[in-house]
């Protein structure tokens, strides 16, 4: 019998069809070549980006050693930096400048790895690049949101395959954060209690949505996941602002995160996913109630369209069979 | 200067970046061939699908004929339409058991065409099909909405070419559909009109945006539109619930449909595409404020994933382009 679950956070509900169940080797994808070409990302070619924002270098305190993390402003930028934020009516519809900004973070000088082949201390220099530029624009007042995200691999939108993420920092808050800021919001009001922190707290002794934890991170199949395979992973102390994550615990997330892509990839042979960290609003807002995490959902099957003309979802793998699966995957 | 538009119904802002402008030639996309093989929708192969629920004969009043619509349950169904409607909470979590309906129509007995290439009372007999089986399942009172949407083509989610619809009754009213019907109740409350009536008058007045239009429809691309050329089929005339339009009607609403599917076919070298007819929900509700309409989105861009996870979406052809090209061509 499937079963209808709804999210308790947004309240969508989505149909688990264990009937159709999938595993994991149920889900036929390309394995992606590397496609070769020019690379604007690649060491030498640093002409050929915008000048960087930022720039780790490979060895710490060396800043004649080469790069090992780069932030440039994206050559196409979705929003633009310069400007002022003019806000219009047209008759009954609402718009304004796109004023914003639009950066790539460039996780590594080495085209072919991607951010499961790096070491766990590489991966938080990566974190690390992501909190230092949602601090630095943070203070630009005229933004709202940042958003952080990854798209791995061809099928999940990436247009160029060295290894990157993206920032898009907005004058307005996205739907879908406000969603979760809402429902956060009024489960504190009946509760007190954070909702994030119950479903971590329901998750471990639950167990079976549980894939993996260390001192202070949990990763877990979400009960009402929209996506076969989809993980969040959250910090175990509440926090509601990612770039407040303190290094030690950054090296905790590296490491987590590390696990959990190794795992998908050997799972379901090297997936194309998305990635997306789900922060409080910057600037003042009261938000403390909110529990910074990051949604991670491979891209194993074709069922967009439908699904974003109803915000209705069916997921052919049931949440606790995919962290089954998950978390008794040995890695060597 | 890119710009940030807002939905008027369900407030979703998105970032129309007239920058990366696409016109109609720059989506490259694979032209689909005919995948051959056994296929269960043909006639002849009837005894495959499960026992019909509906058919309609190839000549009207002859039940001898050959059949030209039929409808059958779906033989993977998403949910189940024996049992009890259970609801049931596990800590945190609520869920409920599968119960619904999950059909398909056969549009057409010939496994080659596609809906643009059926004539206009054919596809008004398809569309009749649809409202049939919406207004007898929604005697079901275990039902609380309806959901009718096609996926045309592979890359729209089309597990089987032989062009078809799907149905899904679910026990719950879609969020999307809950953010829509609260949208326009909070527009009547201020306005005392309907929304979606006030969009058409202005895209009507405007011009700029209006694709095409008959006696009783308009089509339009819409002001925040999430896609390049997403399109949406509108009727002029106030009605909540798709199954109460009338045959004079429903045979406008097929010629509009064949002419805006030609169109499309023809800017974009017949892309895949998604529909779903947003309806009212089913039953007592009283939901007369809101409007019934299609929306319909070829499927160019791979842009899914940080979308599904931010609700945040990045248009690259603003609309007045999309509505211009498409106005603006001619069909023979």
Redesign the interface.
Same mark, same amino acid.
């Given at each position: 019998?499937?079963?209808?679950?709804?999210d308790?956070v947004?309240?969508?509900?989505v149909?688990?069809?264990a009937?159709?169940g999938k595993r994991p080797m149920d889900f036929p994808h390309k394995t992606e070549k590397l496609r070769g070409g020019f690379c604007p990302f690649c060491p030498g070619h640093e002409k050929k980006t915008p000048p960087e924002v930022l720039s780790y270098p490979a060895i710490p305190g060396d800043s004649t050693s080469e790069w090992s993390v780069r932030v440039v402003p994206n050559k %196409?930028?979705?929003?633009?930096i310069e400007?002022d934020l003019q806000r219009k009516g047209?008759?009954?519809?609402?718009?304004? =400048?796109?004023i914003g900004a639009h950066e790539v973070v460039i996780d590594t000088p080495d085209h072919g790895k991607s951010l499961a082949d790096y070491d766990e201390s590489h991966i938080s220099n990566v974190l690390e690049a992501y909190q230092s530029r949602l601090r630095d624009l943070s203070h630009d007042k005229r933004f709202r949101y940042i958003?952080i %995200?990854k798209?791995q691999g061809?099928?999940?939108?990436a247009s160029l395959e060295h290894s990157h993420t993206?920032l898009?920092a =907005?004058?307005?808050i996205?739907?879908?954060?406000i969603?979760e800021l809402e429902g956060a919001a009024s489960h504190f009001e009946i509760k007190e209690r954070c909702?994030y922190c119950?479903?971590i707290d329901?998750e471990r002794f639950?167990g079976r949505r549980l894939i993996f934890e260390n001192d202070d991170f949990v990763a877990i199949s979400p009960?009402?996941a929209?996506?076969p395979f989809e993980t969040w992973i959250l910090p175990k102390r509440h926090e509601s602002h990612f770039h407040k994550m303190e290094p030690a615990q950054r090296l905790q997330l590296a490491s987590l995160l590390k696990v959990i892509l190794r795992k998908l990839n050997l799972a379901l042979d090297n997936p194309a996913?998305?990635?997306?960290i789900?922060t409080a609003p910057i600037n003042d807002r009261k938000d403390w109630y909110f529990h910074w995490h990051i949604?991670l959902?491979p891209?194993l099957t074709?069922?967009?369209?439908?699904?974003?003309?109803?915000?209705?979802y069916?997921n052919p793998t049931p949440p606790e069979e995919a962290a089954g699966y998950l978390r008794n995957l040995k890695l060597d």
């Open positions: 019998m499937p079963e209808l679950r709804k308790p947004i309240g969508r509900w149909i688990i069809s009937e159709r %196409f930028p979705a929003l633009i400007g047209i008759g009954l519809y609402d718009m304004m =400048t796109g958003l %995200f798209n061809e099928e999940a939108g993206q898009i =907005t004058p307005i996205p739907k879908r954060v969603e909702i119950d479903i329901q639950d009960f009402a929209r996506f996913y998305n990635f997306v789900h949604e959902m891209k074709q069922v967009a369209g439908f699904e974003w003309g109803s915000g209705f069916i």
